[in-house]
């Protein structure tokens, strides 16, 4: 079977986080099934290589081709004009894109676009399907439903995707239910959820040589995420004023980190809390198996992979309640879940400090989230997609 992703969300060399999860999820399915892929994640057009436009210099740092992995990506430029570009996104990315699928597959003859991101990408990839012939299946992930519908045109354009697909999932069933509240039948949809990679996030051996090496001395709160508002770093700050035996260490980079960075100073709390920067696997990892608990504070989530990275690392979390997040926690070995406060926040970390579940049941729990049954899942979609359209 070959298949082409077709994403924006997609790592690159010069944006190595960015939209990781769609490669995983890639890189777990070549590596359990007889399927072959190749990734076009079309990237806004941009001037300037310059660091002081920070993420848009990302963008133009982006190599036009890459190979990550075994897999190779293609990277075409695409027109977006800042704030006021999302009604033009998805045409322009299927344009901007077009020629470059034609000319793959000669090469590479695809038989099915498995797109992530209901809009824009997963609008274009219709657009790109019908174009080309080839069936599409489309992803969602979190903000493409949770909050893109809330506009009227890109609602419609979402619908009509939903229309025309060969075949949606969802990473949650929070994300289905806005599905079928989009008058799609529930029937269309799979929900398979993120798995984690086991391999990789393990508890550590020797913690406490760890610990010491990181320079944890007391009980340790970990918020990891891109430093942008809705992660809700700032709620964990704050929270942090009513742990006074607490530090906290937050993983990340993003514009915010300027205003975190003044709120920490202005709430006395300089000599409790660390920013770690955006940081790899490796050191994410030790963080993960070092804290005590990994807080998230988010305003919005699809399926978060930070929270089953801790808890494989044998850290369990406290999390806010929103959208699939208690999918994911959903029993006490995993940890707990609050409200969007920093009030609640605190007194659920405290709760679970308190009495906190064994790090082997909270390892135990988040070996049943691994990646084998969504690629079986994905594998068997594929291949009816494939079916009904021979038929």
């Known amino acids: 079977m070959k298949i082409l992703t ?27 099934s007889s399927v072959e892929a190749q990734v076009v994640s079309p990237v806004p057009w941009f001037p300037s290589r310059h660091p002081c436009f920070g993420e848009y210099a990302q963008m133009a740092a982006t190599p036009r081709e890459d190979e990550r992995h075994g897999i190779h990506v293609h990277h075409p430029r695409y027109l977006l004009l800042p704030k006021v570009g999302m009604g033009m996104a998805p045409r322009s990315m299927a344009m901007a894109s077009l020629g470059l699928l034609r000319r793959l597959r000669e090469k590479f003859p695809f038989q099915l676009i498995d797109a992530h991101y209901f809009y824009p990408d997963g609008v274009a990839a219709i657009t790109l399907g019908k174009r080309l012939g080839v069936p599409v299946v489309i992803t969602a ?6 909050l893109i519908p809330q506009h009227p045109r890109p609602r419609r354009l979402i619908q009509w995707a939903a229309s025309e697909a060969a075949g949606m999932i969802t990473v949650c069933q929070a994300l289905k ?15 398979l959820r993120n ?15 760890l610990r010491q090496a990181l320079g944890i001395d007391r009980p340790c709160l970990l918020s990891v995420g891109h430093l942008i508002t809705r992660k809700g770093h700032d709620l964990v700050i704050r929270a942090l ?3 006074p035996d607490m530090m906290l260490a937050i993983a990340g980079d993003g514009p915010e980190e300027g205003a975190l960075r003044e709120l920490v100073v202005s709430l006395g709390l300089t000599e ?20 005590d608990c990994l807080v998230l504070a988010s305003s919005r989530e699809g399926w978060a992979n930070v929270l089953l990275e801790s808890m494989a690392c044998g850290t369990p979390v406290v999390a806010t309640r929103v959208w699939g997040t208690p999918e994911v926690v959903a029993v006490d070995d995993a ?14 970390v405290r709760a679970l400090l308190a009495s906190p579940p064994s790090r082997t049941a909270t390892r135990a729990y988040a070996e049943g989230f691994s990646w084998d049954a969504t690629s079986q899942g994905q594998k068997a979609l594929f291949e009816r997609v494939l079916a009904e359209q021979a038929a």
């Open 6 to 32: 077709f994403s924006s969300l997609y790592p690159s060399s010069a944006r190595q986080r960015h939209g990781v999860f769609v490669e995983n999820r890639l890189r777990h399915l070549i590596d359990h």
């Open 141 to 146: 992930r979190g903000t493409d439903l949770n």
């Open 177 to 191: 239910d806005v599905l079928v509240d989009l008058d799609v039948p529930a029937g269309r949809v799979q929900v």
């Open 195 to 209: 798995g984690v990679d086991l391999s990789i996030f393990r508890p550590p051996e020797g913690r406490e040589a």
């Open 241 to 243: 004023q009513a742990l």
């Open 272 to 291: 409790r809390v660390r920013f770690l920067g955006a940081l790899p696997h490796a050191g994410l990892k030790d963080w993960y198996g070092a804290a």
């Open 335 to 348: 940890g707990r879940l609050a409200e969007r406060t920093p009030v609640s926040l605190a007194a659920e």
